[in-house]
């Protein structure tokens, strides 16, 4: 059995950075993560990372409060104002850091780090590096993790966390490459796995962000929130949902229908391409759905031509090799065809700005948690600022948690860990025995595919119903479902089976979610409640897990700065 006081579940930018803090302040710390920290869905970041540095000759005046204000009107005032304050507040001496620690920032001609505008934000205020800023801030990251001596696990998939006593114990995980189940102990566990994405077909997300985070704390009693909010990105690659990223637009970009309009006009007339996420995802899905989608297909074009080579090559160069790699298109020449897509979830773990969740010893931040700063609706540029200020600070509360813990017997744990792992080799063992009379794929792809239909940028009390009944019965199928390779050394399809148990739990969570929330509001837009309502529906939703499903309750926001206004773009 590992031993470790705190032991993080993924390497991504949320949990290295938690890994940064707890092991300078003294705390034995350890990295456990499904792929190498540097493969995590962080490093596909694009378009930028906010913090109010005015740099940029149109943002001299910007500061924290106007990046708090944005931030909330964004949130569609679903956003908990004390911890967005808290964000804005900590941005620019976490960039300062990322940049002394060696970040290359794209810069402007006086040295200063570049900054572009991205969608629903006053001010441009995204630093940036090209369009590769998630990949320089995660080796940036991973330098700095290695240099405090981090033990890393890497290629360990997390399956079960360990509750004994009313806290958290530690986790049981499935070493892939050695094919064998191996228990983790530890005074505080951080659980920083990243989104959910892979719930759905049309995804931005990488294939490994499945919510098995989320779906295990939800299963071990830690509420789950809003996870009816989920962000579809306005443009991703029509074919294989590849980000365009928003930088696209933020450097100039035209979104153009089959007419050759540039339809923004009628939306958002001030904000145009610009807008927030959910109005632009919104106003692209109504011209495809009006039919005047490029030739009537599922697309419209986003426009690059008039930017020309030499800001492309500079700016965009990691669109331009997507593009001429999985589309066949030089942007240069051709404009792109693209779509909304699945892009990230603002749902998650319950959690407060310090990483605390219900549970003792149990902390949780990054893209997995819910903070809530992004209410009903992600600003392009703060969902990277999340993962450095959080991760920062769950570092810091778990670190001094477990440095201020009464010197306790090394039994406390030991053996509901070890069950855990036993209780785990004998499920694979009954899986792999097992003549399975479903077939997981088959129940996998049902889900992605129910989630595309009916929990999209469109939803309707008809089609949620339809959604939620199709979820509940996959999820009785469930049990019937077998794996048909033996062997534990890289066993993917044991990996794909434990995974969609979790997949099934989000995804009916999110959906149940969506049912009850008879409003529209941020992204959660219902055909057959078009308003935000705030007199019953300014609350965040809280879901229990239970073997029936999930148990909702609500609970209020945090309003103590900006009152809620109508949103105008
Ligand atoms: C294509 C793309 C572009 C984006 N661009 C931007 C942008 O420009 N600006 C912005 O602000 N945001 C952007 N985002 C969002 C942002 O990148 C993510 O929200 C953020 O990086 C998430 O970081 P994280 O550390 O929480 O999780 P991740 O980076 O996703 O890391 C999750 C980690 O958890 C591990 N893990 C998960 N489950 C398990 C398990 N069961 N067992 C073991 N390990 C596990 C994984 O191995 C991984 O290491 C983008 C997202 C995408 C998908």
């Known amino acids: 059995m590992h031993r470790h006081q705190i032991v993080i579940v993924g390497g ?47 943002g001299r005046d910007d500061n924290p409060d106007l990046h708090a204000f944005d931030t909330v009107k964004g949130s569609d005032y679903l956003g908990d104002q004390d911890a967005i304050r808290i964000m804005c507040q900590d941005a620019p001496g ?40 998630g990949h320089y801030l995660l080796h940036t990251m991973f330098q700095q993790a290695i240099a405090r001596g981090l033990t890393i696990y890497d290629e360990y998939y997390v399956q079960d966390l360990v509750v004994e006593g009313g806290a958290c114990r530690g986790i049981v995980a499935y070493n892939l490459r050695r094919g064998t189940l191996e228990g983790f102990l530890g005074d505080a566990v951080i659980f920083a796995t990243g989104g959910s994405g892979r719930v759905y077909g049309r995804s931005t997300s990488a294939l490994i962000n499945t919510g098995t985070g989320v779906g295990l704390a939800y299963q071990a009693g830690v509420p789950i929130l809003d996870m009816e909010f989920v962000q579809f990105h306005p443009t991703t690659l029509y074919g294989t949902n590849i980000l365009m990223t928003e930088g696209c637009r933020g450097e100039g970009g035209y979104l153009v229908n089959g007419q050759g309009e540039r339809f923004m006009s009628k939306y958002a007339p001030n904000f145009m391409e610009l807008a927030p996420r959910d109005l632009v995802a919104r106003s692209i899905q109504t011209e ?31 669109i331009r090799d997507i593009c001429l790699h999985f589309a066949g298109i030089d942007p240069v020449e051709t404009p792109i065809p693209i779509q909304p897509g699945q892009h990230y979830s603002m749902g998650g773990i319950d959690a407060d700005y310090d990483g605390h969740t219900q549970l003792e010893g149990f902390f949780a931040a990054g893209e997995c948690a819910c903070v809530s700063v992004h209410g009903a609706n992600r600003l392009g540029g703060n969902s990277l600022l999340e993962t450095i200020v959080f991760g920062k600070r769950v570092g810091e509360t778990a670190g001094k948690y477990v440095l201020g813990l009464e010197p306790r017997s090394e039994e406390i744990g030991s053996r509901a860990v070890a069950d855990g792992v036993r209780a785990l080799e004998r499920r694979i063992e009954e ?43 996959l999820r009785e199928r469930y049990p019937k479902v077998g794996v048909r390779a033996t062997g534990l050394v890289f066993n993917l399809d044991v990996l794909r089976v434990l995974e969609l148990e979790r997949m099934l739990d989000v995804a009916l969570a999110g959906a149940e979610g969506a049912l009850a929330r008879e409003e529209s509001r941020g992204a959660h837009t219902r055909l057959d409640f078009p308003q935000r309502d705030d007199e019953r529906w300014l609350q965040h939703t809280l879901a229990f897990w239970t073997p029936e499903g999930p148990r909702l309750d609500y609970k209020p926001v ?11 773009y």
């Open 431 to 473: 899986l792999t025995r097992r003549t399975s009379t479903e077939d997981p794929y088959e129940i996998r792809r049902l889900v992605t595919e129910t989630m595309d239909d009916y929990v999209q940028v469109y939803r309707s009390g008809d089609g949620l119903e339809r959604a939620v009944a199709l979820l509940r019965e």
């Open 558 to 568: 945090v309003i103590d700065q900006f009152e809620p206004q109508v949103r105008a």
């Open 288 to 318: 495809i759905n009006e039919g005047r989608g490029i030739e009537g297909k599922p697309y419209v074009d986003l426009d690059l031509r008039h930017l020309g080579e030499q800001v492309i090559e500079e700016r965009l160069p990691g």
């Open 94 to 133: 976490r960039i300062y850091e990322m940049e002394h620690w060696g970040t290359p920032f794209s810069r402007f001609d006086d040295g200063t780090i570049a900054q572009r505008a991205l969608g629903g934000a006053g001010y441009p205020r995204a630093c940036y590096g090209a369009d590769k800023t």
């Open 12 to 58: 991504g930018l949320a949990g290295l950075r938690a890994a940064v803090e707890a092991t300078s302040l003294g705390a034995d710390c350890a990295v456990v993560s499904l792929v190498h920290p540097v493969r995590s869905h962080s490093g596909a970041a694009q378009g930028g990372i906010n913090a109010s540095l005015g740099n940029h000759p149109e």
